[in-house]
């Protein structure tokens, strides 16, 4: 008797098999159907500037400290007294990741005191040589316009709209982005992103925080 | 009819026959391809050509211009015949397969099908296991330890079932009286109730035991240990690439539509079907039935590599030799009674 149960039981897996040739397939065409990515997704990073183009990198090397990987490369330096990069008194002169280490796992964007390593929406960094996945300083910070530079062209597979998307890990790990930090202190804007808006569940913030970023340094 | 018509018509046929091998072969690789891909809610290759028809061409060629490595410790010459091997057996098998009704045009008589030998089934059961000697010497001559464990697995598996798969010929080749595949066809064109045809699918259980003994015959899932990717990674062609690979593929395709097609002729009325309409369609409705049932098989063939898991080496033998043989041996009994009911009566009356 129980022989003869086992011997159906392939045949309802054969029920199975043909029931789902009539589902909707749950992979999409995917250069030109791209799957909807979430809101904090960890792409590829930037170095990202104050509105008024000032660098946000203050070359603490918490980044390179944090990283698990060990892919980041920083190295600081006194900014010069007439033509400052940073508001601060260093900034980082050299910035290196090497994204074939990378695990992309946004530590680096919580160590970050000044919010100045973000992650972006865009994933496809293919390149043709181990060289080429070294994202150098030039590749990393966003331009004083607010403009993000890529290696690859826009094309097909590389969407550079992309870049501009997702600060949410940073706003997920900053203060403000507790409930009980709501208005309080906000996430420092960009030259990349402006002003974020508050995120669902939080109250617009009542004062935009100080574009004055030694301040928000201070108070942290 | 001369000589030399005779050698040219077998000649035509046989290029007719190995161009609509490799053809099919073209479509089934994608075919299975998307079907399984369908049944897995995947899209499956969809670039190449319209629905991605062309996907096995453009595999195909690049197989072709891709290098073909020979191991250090390969025995060179065996190594390098294996896959002739492999295909030869696989192509010779077809040329016994009528997919059509034969033509009339005049006076002379094409049968669509490169020869009607008298002992067809016999050839068949013959060369089918000359695919053995390739599988084994490919295994062996590639001086590699997985490829000579799949070669292991292959030839104990195929023996095996052979036995099972000529076993469930016997009860068709007695209803039909004869061996050969046209005969046989001709003796399932009649009628049951009227409406049915007199296929031999009423032979059910030698039915399923071919099927199944078929499966175990061309290494397909859920007998695929041969090739168990997870275990032995490719099987006998693991040390294989280029061409010499493509060859092996293509011998394994071609074998499954043989199986398919063996399937048909035997049990489900070749290309019988209903026929009508003019002249052109009288020619080529068989031809189109017989494609349309094969190509049911072939589908219960993806089905089952999309459904069922892959068997362990002893549940393999077991089922073989504890399964199916003595089945396939009561029913050959059982219908051997039958026979003799329907020829001499019962014995009380």
């Known amino acids: ?220 | 009819m001369s000589g030399w018509e005779i050698l040219i018509e077998a000649a035509v046929k046989v290029v007719l026959a190995f161009v609509f091998l490799l053809v099919i072969v073209l479509l089934l690789v994608w075919a299975e391809r998307r079907v399984v891909a369908v049944m897995q809610n995947r899209i499956g290759p969809n670039r190449a050509g319209p629905f991605g028809i062309l996907q096995t061409l453009a595999d195909g060629m690049k197989l072709f211009f891709k290098e073909s490595l020979t191991p250090r410790r390969a025995e060179f010459g065996i190594y390098i015949a294996a896959p002739v091997a492999a295909l030869i057996p696989a192509l010779l098998i077809f040329l016994v397969i009528p997919i059509g009704a034969p033509i009339v045009i005049g006076d002379r008589e094409y049968t669509l099908q490169v020869t009607d030998l008298n002992v067809g089934i016999l050839y068949v059961l013959a060369i089918s296991s000359l695919a053995v000697y390739a599988i084994t010497l490919a295994g062996w001559s590639s001086g590699s330890k997985y490829p000579l464990l799949g070669s292991v697995r292959a030839s104990a598996q195929m023996i095996s079932y052979e036995a099972a798969l000529g076993l469930a010929l016997v009860p068709v080749i007695m209803f039909a009286g004869t061996t050969s595949m046209a005969g046989i066809v001709a003796a399932q064109q009649g009628e049951i109730l009227g409406f049915l045809g007199a296929w031999h699918v009423i032979l059910f259980p030698s039915f399923v035991i071919f099927l199944i003994a078929g499966f175990a015959e061309t290494n397909r899932a859920p007998f695929d240990l041969v090739e168990a990717e997870q275990e032995i990674v490719g099987g006998y062609h693991t040390e294989y690439s280029g061409f010499r690979f493509a060859l092996f593929f293509l011998a394994e395709y071609i074998n499954i539509f043989n199986i398919a097609a063996l399937t048909v002729v035997l049990f489900l009325g070749g290309w019988g079907g209903p026929v009508f309409g003019p002249q052109i369609l009288v020619w080529f409705l068989p031809v189109f039935w017989f494609l349309l049932k094969t190509f049911a098989i072939i589908f219960l063939f993806f089905w089952v590599r999309a459904t069922l898991p892959r068997m362990r080496y002893d549940q393999l033998m077991a089922f073989g030799w504890k399964r199916l043989i003595p089945i396939s041996l009561a029913w050959i009994m059982l219908s051997m009674v039958a026979l003799g009911i329907r020829r001499f009566g019962l014995p009380w009356s």
């Open chain 1, 1 to 220: 008797m129980s022989e003869f149960t086992d011997l159906l039981g392939p045949f309802k897996g054969f029920a199975v098999t043909f029931r789902n040739m009539f589902r909707k397939p749950v992979t999409t065409q995917y250069p030109e159907v791209k799957r909807e990515k979430p809101q904090r997704f960890h792409g590829r990073h930037v170095l990202n500037r104050y509105p008024d183009g000032m660098e946000k990198c203050i070359g603490c090397e918490l980044c390179a400290g944090v990283c698990p990987a060990r892919c980041i490369y920083v190295r600081g330096a006194d900014n010069p007294e007439d033509e400052p990069v940073s508001p601060g008194e260093r900034f980082g002169f050299v910035y290196e990741i090497n994204m074939l280490r990378c695990i992309f796992c946004a530590m680096c964007v919580e160590a970050c005191p000044t919010e100045a390593i973000t992650m972006t929406h865009l994933f496809e960094m293919s390149v043709t040589g181990r060289d080429d996945a070294i994202y150098t300083r030039d590749d990393l910070l966003v331009h004083e316009d607010g403009s993000v530079p890529h290696p690859q062209p826009d094309g097909p597979l590389i969407d550079i709209a992309e870049l501009k998307l997702g600060d949410g890990w940073m706003r997920a790990t900053a203060p403000s982005g507790r409930a009980s930090y709501e208005g309080v202190v906000s996430w420092t804007p960009s030259a990349r992103t402006g002003n974020l808006p508050p995120e669902r569940g939080q109250s617009a913030v009542g004062d935009q925080p100080s574009a004055e970023p030694t301040e928000s340094d201070n108070e942290q």
